[in-house]
């Protein structure tokens, strides 16, 4: 019973091993024959389900509350924050007809939402009694990508959370982006195991509209860099905009602070598959695992069918009380069948069971993680079971962060900069003058290296810019990017 | 501390009393400014998700899995099936432009998604092995309604679930459609207390592309009845249609039957609303609530404040133990305002706490159900309010039952019937022949009653069609109807 591996070295062929990951594992169908937009099969939406509750429990603790809003925006709301439609117009699927007509307005599907949702703010909110205001929205969102599209990587409709947050103050505000920061790392590095950088995007590769922007970029095995999620401080830009006024303490009426978080949930699956499967498919953390524990028997013909039957049913029940997600498969398929079908699913643990384990009151337990088999007896069973359940998500987080911290070199000339991405270096960081003018050419000179950001408490002082020699202001990071 | 009732009586003024609810209960915003499209605010998203919840829990423990398919339906997708574009053409939107330029293909928003599932389904569907294969999807879905539309009862954007199943046979089709209605009942009559009529729509009156469908409808306090979900066996239409093919046990292959089954959220949100609520407010079965036990201090000058908090946070932190959802409001608002605050938002259970109570070991509990009043003692608080929980959906449950049974008569003939409609009687059956003809001639006499189907084991043997003199072929059920 040696499964051998299926799949590509993602390493190497990362587009294909991804391809015959999300089919061999019956995630995502791209064959809906509409560019950019995807099925979601019943294995990927049991994930994507996981992803979304744990979001919206950590978000309804820290004070959010859900709500919805239409998808469709009136045109003249979508235009009514200057930067805003800027940066998204040529990105805006428009409804124009309806019925045997046309319509009077023509509506744009959300490409996000704060166009939809600050009109609501400004009937809304009155006064400082009713700050902080906290809400999200779970929802897909369009977007007409004209790149090329692949799916949850870049797509045309994209699953995400958007919290929409409205504060009497800027540092109120300010603590927000923080908390959403924190929240993201609860959920994506604590439990999902995916280490990212959170960087500052440079002043010209803000989202529209905002103050300021950070992101959450993890590093996919291609090299290239994935944004999985963004905060925004918008400042006052939107509340002017759209009249979002409290009369403060003061009795003066003022304009509210805001910000925004995007939350990837497309993304984050793709990250979720890219970041640790393997070549035998799909390597899941034990909490986000629809099947967290299969059980397989295995019969010999000698050895009574009903008695094995029976153990099977005792340890299924063992572990069903203690709340793990437990499926006994004793369909008719071969066991290697068996083992290489939840290989590729990425079910965390799998249990065998033979007339040996039977006999001696064991099961054999194979981590998916690391693929190793250990004996255990039935007694420390549930044991074992929680242990393995809390190391898989630290070994599965040790092994990306090291390809993440092994990935990024440090650059002080153009000329250092240039060697690394003939090496393949993939993250590349570099003294940094914050002109988009230099972007633009290290990008073409680098062959599609992108500043990503900063982190603010890296030190640039007496560093000169790669590109122009002028005074660095910080330390950008330069990677490839979807 | 007599709160006066402030909502109109919604058996005379439903309208005004909907309008008021929804808008102080903070529940729908229905100024968004597109037609036909709302905001749900965040205490309706929270009773609206623990709807899904439900039905999602329901639909897994019966074989369904989640999924999720794309927003937009290509132009020819939507025509392959004939009498189904019929059904939905003039209902459509159609996104035709997208960044600056036009679309190559108009795209519909979903207005129902058998057009986006059937093709994928054709390429998933291979053998009897196969089957049954039974998904979800909770989404939005968008119909363009020229009728004037009403937050949640009529919208352009509505919430559902829909289920799509498919099988080797008629017959497991068939019990199929009889387990959507069993789902359906232990959701809404069982655990929110609408009662309805379950009916087999009109063969004029059926889902476009089915080969018959049923309805739930149940009745508001204007004597109109709402429809809040659908089942359909689709027969082989569809999956004639879509190619839909497997082979079977005999190794030939067959086009697949199929059945789908849509349970309106929005609508049923609407139902508990109005079927519930009184000239307070919402009244809320306790499962749905958000709040369920809402705890007021009625703090007295001379007695000590920390004692009475102290005392309320032992009352609160033994509700929490049994994982009721309790809030504590210990704002600065009055004992008055605050009654009338959660009497609005129909929370089932508020728990009065003073100095009588701190001394004498008790609470004060007050049951939005039947506005009573009943003293406590804190041993038995539990137990009390466990009980209560489960006493609320049935006595709501009853006194709407109640209320559908009595607006309910038999008509022999149109005199009959055009008598009881001076009457304003609600809801007439009446025997009937079946014929689309005759049902629009009864429309036109009784200025607006509709054909709402019937309930399939009523004898209607030796009755005539009270329009037409032919033999009857089953009771019809007249409505008015959204």
């Known amino acids: 019973m040696i499964v051998e591996p299926s799949l590509p070295d993602k390493s190497k062929n990362m587009s294909q091993w991804y391809d015959d990951v999300i089919s061999r594992a019956e995630l995502i169908d791209n064959r809906y024959g509409v560019k950019g937009f995807v099925v979601y099969r019943p294995y990927a939406m049991m994930i994507v389900k996981r992803i979304y509750q744990m979001f919206e429990e950590e978000l309804e603790k820290t004070g959010h509350y859900p709500a919805l809003f239409p998808l469709v925006i009136p045109e003249k709301m979508l235009r009514k924050e200057a930067e805003h439609i800027k940066g998204f117009e040529g990105q805006v699927f428009w409804i124009t007809k309806a019925g045997y007509g046309e319509i009077e307005e023509k509506l744009a599907l959300r490409p996000t939402s704060e166009t939809a949702i600050y009109p609501m703010y400004s009937l809304w909110i009155k006064s400082h009694k009713d700050l902080p205001f906290k809400l999200y929205q779970s929802v897909a969102v369009y977007r007409y990508e004209t790149k090329a599209t692949r799916p949850l990587l870049r797509g045309r409709e994209f699953l995400w959370i958007e919290t929409h947050d409205v504060f ?16 993201f790392k609860r959920i994506v590095w604590d439990k999902l195991g995916i280490p990212f950088l959170h960087l500052r995007r440079e002043e010209y590769d803000k989202f529209a509209g905002a103050e300021y922007s950070y992101a959450f970029d993890c590093l996919l095995p291609d090299g290239r860099v994935l944004q999985i999620g963004t905060t925004h401080y918008l400042g006052t830009k939107f509340s002017k905009a759209f009249e979002i006024v409290f009369q403060d303490v003061d009795e003066k009426n003022k304009y509210a602070h805001q910000t925004c978080f995007g939350i990837g949930i497309s993304r984050i699956l793709a990250a979720l598959i890219l970041v640790h499967g393997d070549e035998f498919g799909l390597v899941l953390p034990f909490d986000i695992a629809p099947i967290q524990v299969v059980i397989i028997p295995i019969p010999k013909k000698e050895f009574d069918h009903n008695k094995l039957m029976k153990y099977i049913d005792d340890v299924s029940q063992i572990l069903r009380r203690e709340g793990f997600r437990v ?57 074992t079971i929680r242990r393995i359940s809390t190391e898989i998500s630290n070994i599965l987080r040790e092994r990306a962060e090291k390809y993440l911290r092994e990935s990024i070199v440090y650059a002080e000339t153009l000329g250092d900069v240039l060697r690394y991405v003939d090496e393949g270096k993939k993250i590349i960081k570099a003294p940094f003058c914050g002109r988009e003018e230099c972007a633009e050419e290290l990008k073409v000179e680098t062959n599609g290296y992108e500043t990503r950001g900063y982190i603010e408490d890296e030190d640039s002082s007496n560093k000169c810019c790669v590109v122009c020699g002028r005074p660095a202001s910080h330390i950008t990071y330069l990677a490839k990017a979807y």
Chains 1, 2 share one sequence.
């Open 168 to 183: 009497r103050s800027e540092e109120d505000a300010r603590k927000q982006v923080n908390e959403d920061a924190a929240i």
């Open 327 to 383: 499926l006994v498969d004793d369909s008719e398929k071969s066991p290697g069948e068996k083992f290489y079908y939840y290989d590729m699913r990425g079910v965390p643990i799998r249990i065998e069971v033979g007339p040996r384990e039977v006999d001696s009151e064991t099961v054999t337990v194979f981590r998916r993680d690391l693929r190793e088999r250990l004996t255990v007896s039935i007694t420390e069973l549930v044991e």
